[in-house]
């Protein structure tokens, strides 16, 4: 007897979410090439024109000091490698990154997924689910996987150590369940160390994956001693990292919980999308205790509560490891109809499809990057966030290696074209500023500083430009330069 061809409901079924997905793929890459700036973006680039400089003794970042930074990890030492030996300028370094980061992140998913459920459609449902299942109010974070998040971040070390995250956790399932030789342990140890330096918080995120990949195998006495030695041997890749000690961000002072409380903010209406995934987990969770899903979303919730509830907000960062096993709860749900009536997944596929949409709608700005929004639908363009304009108008006088003075703004996008500022910190925290050079900014800017002790500030730290809007501060002889967006003045200091 001749089987029945495949139906055209079922083709369309998959090839939808196929199309979907690469669509959303597209419309990222073409964002690589805008490569909004927001955010951190400063940062990284200073980081990579440090190391483009200097490989082996970079510098502090961002202000003219030789202090270690986390931000000189693997991944961008690779890129200040690749930076000093091309020649290219920072931002096409960037995109460089950023195109090795999605490639990561896209292939990591899908191998991923595929050790959960062998249905063609189920990488890019999943896909789908991590960049639209958020909630109907805009949130952007790095290490988040939202997709104007993605958009923004891009080419971040987070999306390069999310990406490496998938693939450690498809290979860890696959030498849990089918064997693996003796090296692969001692690798899988190496992998997760390195995603550890790249993205401190994203590697907490991997770490929790990992552990409930383990913990759902529940693995034999054979296994727990490779796995054991592996684990070693990451932690003493750790230890041996040349630029930055690793284990002292555990001491990391206030200025970290204060920059991540906003995290335990707005929470229905950042994520409300995501409890579909919750409510699919709670279906895997009837069917399996030991599902690594299942397990993987218990521990992140944990540790979210556990640092609302301590006042430690930096773990919020952990948050993702609660969203992504939730969101690819949801994205296999559709797919995995084993011993369920067909109308059953027929509206588990509305109600999923109904959720992304609210979701592609929350983040249709994201189009604003890479098509003008004049262009764009007026409902569409109102969605839509400009991109920081970024202070290349100073370079025809700011060289490498000058010190700029700086409010908190500016301070952060001014090292990326090489010079130093006197005071900057980063949205994760990590970067601190030191309360001296906190003050000093602070001071040179006040209406009341004499002019004798503003022109002290300048001497101390060596300044030669000033960066700020309306008129000099008086006394502190400065000579305006240059005038650039948003009535910003470029002042040269006169010694």
Known sequence: MRAAPRSATATAGRA??????????????????????????????????????????????????????PYYSPWMLVLGGI???????????????????????????????????????????????LLLLWGPLLFEWSGFLGLNSLALTVSYPSVFALGLSFHLWAWLTGALRDGAGRGAWPALGVLWA????????????????????????????RVLPRLGAGVALGLVVLWAWPFYDFFSLFSAGADLEAIHRSLYGHLPGRFG???????????????????????????GAAVFAAGGASGHYSWGRVLPAALIPAQLA????????????????????????????????????????????????????????????????????????????????????????????????????LQPVEGRRDAAVRRLFAAGTPGSERRGIAREYGVRWVVDTGTAPPGAGLREVARGPGGQVLYTVEH
């Open 194 to 221: 390195v995603i550890l330096l790249v993205h401190q918080f994203s590697g907490v995120v991997a770490s929790l994956g990992a552990l409930a990949t383990v913990v759902a195998a529940r693995p034999g006495r």
């Open 330 to 429: 949801a994205a296999l749900e559709v797919v995995g109809g084993e011993g369920r009536a067909r109308v059953v997944r027929i509206g588990w596929a509305c109600a999923l499809a109904a959720a992304l949409a609210v979701g592609a709608w929350t983040q249709i700005g994201t189009l604003g990057y890479v098509v003008r929004p004049g262009a764009l639908p007026g409902a569409v363009a109102a969605k839509y966030r400009a991109p920081w304009v970024g202070y290349r108008w100073i370079t025809p006088w700011v060289k490498y290696g000058d010190v700029v003075m700086a409010r908190t703004f500016p301070s952060r996008q001014i090292p990326a074209y090489g010079p130093y500022t006197v005071a900057a910190r980063d949205t994760d925290g």
């Open 16 to 69: 939808l979410p196929q199309a979907a997905a690469a669509l959303v793929l597209v419309l990222l890459l073409l964002v690589i090439v805008r490569l909004p700036w927001a955010g951190d973006l400063g940062m990284h680039a200073a980081t990579i024109e440090r190391l483009r400089h200097s490989l082996v003794h970079p510098g502090n970042p961002l202000v003219d000091a030789d202090t270690p930074s």
């Open 83 to 129: 930076a000093r030996i091309t020649g290219l300028s920072v931002f096409v370094v960037l995109r460089v990154g950023a195109l090795v980061g999605l490639a990561l992140l896209v292939t990591g998913v899908w191998r991923y997924v595929r050790t959960l459920s062998p249905h063609r459609a189920a990488p890019a449902i999943a896909l789908l689910c």
């Open 273 to 299: 999308l995501v409890l579909l995934g919750v409510a699919a987990l709670a279906l895997r969770w009837r069917r399996d205790r030991w599902d690594p899903l299942v397990i993987f979303f218990v521990l």
